[in-house]
C-alpha cells in the first residue's frame, strides 16, 4: 500500500532535488527487442466477436483487476482477471493490474481498447520511486506500442480511462475490479449478473488454442508429481513432511509455469480424508498413504488438476488396495460417460452406481446400492461427499457463474473440458467401517477432453491402475 504520490512509502528514504534531477539522465534506449505476436491474437477476435454480438451498442468493459493486500503493504502476487485474459491473451508476465479491456460500440460492431499503465519515462521518478509500478521495484513493464504489436490490441494510456468513461454511455462490467470503473459506471445487479453468466458459458467449449495450454499444464503438472513422489523419503524424515511434498510441486509450478492453479493439497494418512486438506503441516508415515491434488497454471493462466493417492512407502495394503481399486473402477464409468451428447451429471451417475454397490459389497451401506442411488437417499454419499466433475480451463472451477441448465443439467459438446474425480474417505471414527479401513481416504482425479466421439483423457501420462503406481514409484526411487 501506498502512502505518497510518487508511490513512495513512508519509511522510504528522502529523495532530494540533486538527486531527482541527477536520476534523469545517462540512460540509454531499451527497448524489446525481437517481439513475436502472441499466437492467442486470432483466438481472441473470434471470442471477442462473440461477446460483441450480444452486447450490440453498449459498451462492454473487462478490468484486469488490482493488487490484493497481503500483509501491511505487502500485496499478493498478480494474477488478472480471467475474463480479462480471456479476451486480451495477454499472459502472467505481461499483464499489469489496473489494466482495464474494454469494446467500445461503433456502427459496425465494437473497437476493442486496452488501457494499460505502460512503462515508465526516466523523466520522471516514477521508474525508481514507485514501488507499486516503479521498474526498479517490480521489473519492465510494456510501452503503449510494444503491448500493441504482442496482442494486437489499440492500447491507450490508464490515466485516460476516466476521462474516457464519464459520458454515461450504457454499458456493462465486471463489478469490483476496478474503482475507476465502479465509480464511472452506474451499477446495474441484473446487467452484473447477465454478464458474469455470458463470460462463463462462453468458456464451456475450449478452443484449439486453449486445449493445447491444458495440455501443457497438464503435462508440467505430471513432472510435478514425479517430483513429489522423489522427496517421499525426505518428507518422511521431516517433521511436517507434509510440506516438503508441497514444496517440491510448488517449484515446478514456479519453474514451468506461472504459479499453482491452486493450494496444493498433500494430505497424508487421514488427512486424505479432509477434503480441502491444505495446511499440510502433517508427518508423512511409511505405510500411509498420500492424497495429492496440485495442479500447474501455465503462463496463460490455464490450469491442470490432478489427484493421484499414491502409497509412501511404495505398496498398496490389502486394505487400501481394496478402497483404491473401487475408486479406480468408479472412474473408469465415469470416463465411459463422458460423450458429446450425453448429460453432465452422467457422469456422477455412472461413478456414484459403482461406489454404491461397492459399498453394498463390503457390507457397510444399510440398504441397498439400488435404494442408496435414489436421489432422495443417497446413503452412499456419507463416504463421497463432493461432485465427482467440473469444469476445467483458465479458472480451475471454470465457468462457475453458467446456469445450471447449461453446467450440472447441461449437454457434453466436443471441446468441453472437464474433470472425472470420484473418492472414498472413510474418517478414522467411522465405526461403520472394519478398523482396517478407518483413516483411508483415495481419490482419483484426471483430466478430461470432450470428443467428438467420447473422450480423452489428458492426465492418462500419470499412471493411475494401483500395479502401475506401485512400479512408477518404484523407478523414480530408484532413479533419485
Known sequence: MNNKKDGSRKYDAANPDALAEFMKTGWAPTPLEGIV????????????????????GKRIVLPAGSLKVRSSDTDYRFRAHSAFSYFTGITAGDAVPDSVFLLEPTASGHEPLLFIHPRSPRDTSEFYRDAKYGEFWVGRRMTLD??????????????????????????????????????AITKDKDATAELLTFLSEVRLVKDSYEIAEMQKAVDATNRGFADMVRVFSAATSTKRG?????????????????????????????????????????????????????????????????????????????????????????????????????????????????????????????????????PDVGLHRRWTVHGVSHML????????EARESHYRDGILEPGMILTVEPGLYIHPDDELFPAEYRGIGVRIEDDVLVTETGCRVLSNKLPSHPDEVEVWISNLIKSN
Not at 37 to 56: N, Q, T, W
Not at 254 to 282: K, M, P, Q
Open 242 to 374: 507434509e510440506r516438503v511434498i508441497e514444496a517440491a510441486f510448488f517449484g515446478r509450478a514456479r519453474v514451468e509455469g506461472n504459479d499453482l492453479g491452486y493450494d496444493t493439497i498433500a494430505a497424508s494418512g487421514a488427512h486424505a480424508c479432509i477434503l480441502h486438506w491444505i495446511r499440510n503441516d502433517g508427518e508423512v508415515k511409511s505405510g500411509d498413504l498420500i492424497l495429492i491434488d496440485a495442479g500447474v497454471e501455465v503462463e496463460s493462466l490455464y490450469t491442470a488438476d490432478i489427484t493421484r493417492t499414491l502409497p509412501i512407502n511404495g505398496k498398496f495394503s490389502d486394505a487400501q488396495r481394496k478402497i483404491y481399486m473401487l475408486v479406480y473402477e468408479a472412474q473408469k464409468a465415469g470416463f465411459a460417460a463422458v460423450k458429446p451428447g450425453a448429460q453432465f451429471k452422467d457422469i456422477s451417475a455412472a461413478a456414484h452406481s459403482i461406489l454404491a454397490k461397492g459399498l453394498e459389497e463390503m457390507g457397510v451401506l444399510p440398504i441397498s446400492a439400488e435404494e442408496s442411488l435414489n
Open 146 to 183: 510494444e503491448t500493441e504489436r504482442k496482442y494486437g490490441l489499440a492500447v491507450r494510456q490508464i490515466e485516460d480511462l476516466e476521462k474516457f468513461l464519464s459520458d454515461g454511455k450504457p454499458a456493462v462490467y465486471v463489478r469490483g475490479e476496478s474503482k475507476v470503473v465502479d465509480k
Open 393 to 400: 480451463g483458465i479458472d480451475v472451477h471454470d465457468c462457475n
Open 37 to 56: 505476436p502472441s499466437e492467442a491474437i486470432a483466438f481472441c477476435k473470434v471470442r471477442i466477436e462473440k461477446l460483441s454480438k450480444k452486447y450490440p
